[in-house]
């Protein structure tokens, strides 16, 4: 394997945020893992409505339910390209359904990419309000994934 094929699988990983990848040809193998950076690298000049995470972007709208109550509502994004996956089989319940209570650690969905079942966790509190992905179905960098009502 040549250093111009390492050096795109190396710029493959930077831009999908992947922490490892394991390529097998016909006569050579190469995994390439990070185990470092526990934050990814700021955003340039982020928009002020954008808050970042370790795991993705969280845009804050305001929105008002009522005269005397307003709310606010997130989405929580994808860190990655990838497959998105609602439940962790065919056959499973979904992590999350509408109206359900999510926190910080909670998983929402899987995304794949590369072969890799990667956990997503909510990073927020608060309660869902909208699937925004279809199951099954590639997701990019940053597509909204879930409407959260914050709590």
Partial sequence: M????????IE????????????????SKIRLRKDFAPHPPP????????LGSSQHIVEIKDKETSLLSPSQTAEIRSPMVGIFYRAPSPNAQPY???GQEVHEDTVV????????????KAELHGIITEVL???????????????VKLI
């Avoid at 040549?2 to 699988?9: G, N, P, Y």
């Avoid at 992905?133 to 409407?147: M, Q, S």
């Fill in 2 to 9: 040549d250093i111009a094929k390492i050096t795109e699988l």
């Fill in 12 to 27: 493959l990983m930077v831009r999908n945020n992947l922490n490892e990848i394991e390529i097998e040809e016909e006569n």
């Fill in 43 to 50: 955003l340039p000049n982020p928009p002020p409505h954008y």
């Fill in 96 to 98: 999350v359904e509408v």
């Fill in 109 to 120: 969905c899987i995304i794949e990419a590369m072969k890799v079942m990667n956990e997503i």
């Fill in 133 to 147: 992905a279809e199951n099954g179905k590639p997701v990019d960098f940053n597509r909204p994934l879930f409407r």
